[in-house]
């Protein structure tokens, strides 16, 4: 007997965040022909981490012709590796030659969805409300700024601003900078500042390793040539995308990789022939492996920490005060600026939003211990809700943006299902999500993420939230969804 199905019908769509996901599921169902959809974004403009993100110094450490979409190559970066107002310039391009604006509601912050009647339901903090069909949360990872709990923060007289809300009004040439913090943003923001600034304080936790990575410009000639030979472009960006899989994506899920060690080499050299001073460099010298903590690329941080006015600073702090940051030693190190390059809350996701799924199950507690989603896309009980890098996804280790167009790809498979009339509600089984979820513990414990640091990859339990797999693993599992692993209504 033939399998019956309701007749066929066009869903809406509900979309969180205008960045670089929330851009692309825009894009891609435009082209789909499916246009009964809202973007909503909470600011007053698209972009996402790169609209927040504008401190000196920002740029990508994923390479430029990447870090963008397949379908929108851009011949005219500057750079090898991007920086941060040349990607926001790109994404507002993108939008705007794909018509994407015109779907967006700026200054919409959506505070409550839930699931009811086989629909979902938004509520804005403006007291609007929608409802739809699908709801995508395109809401990205480094969104939630991470302050660090110091006492007397509040107290310092002098500007003090996150790295993600940088304040361009301050003042800084000539002035006593603070940086605390030693991830990427710190590092790029000490290579930016220290040829300005009369003093730079970097506060160290925890030393980082360095990978020597030059970021040299394009040629007019190159870009020329990119612009005359556009498949000469899509050849390399594939080019690029399987040489950073084999070198990196794939080292780092292996800890005794000869890649990874390659890598380990690389570093060590680095700091051995780029710090002349035996003390510094032992300061700047990690106890842990390379890649255990997110690889920080830089052409220039061990040369600008080496400059006369440039101070490395291990002592931990013992508290803010009004004139500057005391430390251990008992010294104050006075300041005029401090900036926090303390990172960011990366468990949040579409949180604070309050999501309500099915039968009013709500979605702190399904992450009541930790969030967890099969495939990082769909969550049990939560029917089609779906999200684009979404929990213990490929976030350390591969281009987010490619991440990104295989996910929607996938997903799109999935609501075929409902514009077919084969489901109304699609969500992965509490079943598969178990077992997806206790197969990634397994193969996270041969990953270089787990041989001793800490870092904001790993969660309450000291395990990896993020792909442990290969690149190749992944394209897999995206090309087709295995629908026994749904529940399909």
């Not at 797999?469 to 087709?480: H, P, S, V, Y």
Request: with cysteine.
């Amino acid at each position: 007997m033939a399998e019956r199905r309701s007749a066929r019908r066009e869903p809406r769509f509900l979309i969180i965040g205008a960045g670089m996901a929330g851009i692309l599921s825009a894009v891609k169902l435009a082209e789909a022909g499916l246009t009964d959809f809202t973007v909503y974004e909470k600011a007053d403009r698209l972009g996402g981490t790169w609209r927040e993100n504008t401190y000196p110094g920002i740029s990508c450490d994923v390479p430029s012709h990447l870090y963008c979409y397949s379908f929108a190559p851009e011949p005219n970066w500057s750079h090898h590796f991007s920086p941060g107002a040349e990607i926001q310039a790109y994404f507002e391009n993108v939008a705007h030659s794909h018509d994407v604006e015109k779907f967006i509601e700026y200054g919409q912050e959506i505070t409550r969805c839930w699931f009811e009647d086989g629909r979902w339901h938004l509520e804005t903090a403006n007291g609007e409300t929608d409802e739809g069909d699908f709801l995508i949360a395109a809401t990205g990872v480094l969104h939630h700024p991470a302050y660090p709990d110091i006492e007397g923060l509040d107290s310092f007289e002098g500007s003090c601003f996150h790295s993600a809300r940088w304040d361009h009004d301050v003042p800084l040439a000539g002035r006593r900078i603070g940086v605390i913090g030693t991830g990427s943003t710190a590092i790029q923001v000490v290579s930016a500042l220290v040829p300005t600034v009369g003093k730079l304080t970097l506060f160290q936790r925890t030393p980082q390793w360095i990978m020597p990575q030059e970021n040299a410009a394009y040629t007019e000639e190159e870009k020329e040539y990119f612009r005359a030979e556009p498949e000469v472009l899509a050849a390399m960006r594939d080019e690029i995308s399987t040489l950073f899989a084999d070198t990196f994506s794939n080292a780092v899920i292996d800890a005794d990789s000869p890649q990874l060690k390659m890598i380990e080499v690389v570093c060590r050299e680095n700091l051995e022939n780029s710090v002349h001073d035996s003390e510094l460099r032992e300061k700047l010298r990690p106890n842990y492996r390379a890649a255990c903590k997110r690889l920080i690329m830089s052409e220039d941080f061990y040369a600008a920490i080496q400059k006369p006015n440039a101070e490395l600073v291990t002592e931990p702090i013992e508290r803010i005060e009004p004139k500057g940051v005391r430390t251990a030693d008992g010294r104050l190190h006075e300041l005029d600026v401090l900036a926090l390059a303390t990172g960011f809350k990366v468990d949040r996701f579409m949180r604070p939003i309050k999501i309500i799924g099915r039968g009013g199950v709500a979605l702190d507690d399904a992450w009541a211990e930790r969030p967890t989603a099969y495939l990082a896309i769909s969550v049990p009980e939560f029917p089609n809700l779906f999200m684009l890098n979404g929990p213990n996804g490929p976030v350390g280790n591969f281009s987010l943006i490619e991440v990104a167009e295989l996910q929607f790809a996938y997903i799109m498979q999935l609501v075929e299902l409902f514009r077919s009339g084969r489901a109304r509600e699609v969500s992965a089984s509490r079943a598969a999500t178990q077992k997806f979820d206790e197969d990634r513990v397994e193969a996270a414990k041969n990953t270089i993420w787990q041989t001793g640091c800490s870092s904001w990859y790993l969660d309450d339990r000291g395990v990896p939230a993020a792909w442990p797999w290969t690149f190749a693993r992944f394209r897999d599992e995206m090309n087709e969804p295995r629908l026994d692993d749904f529940e399909l209504v």
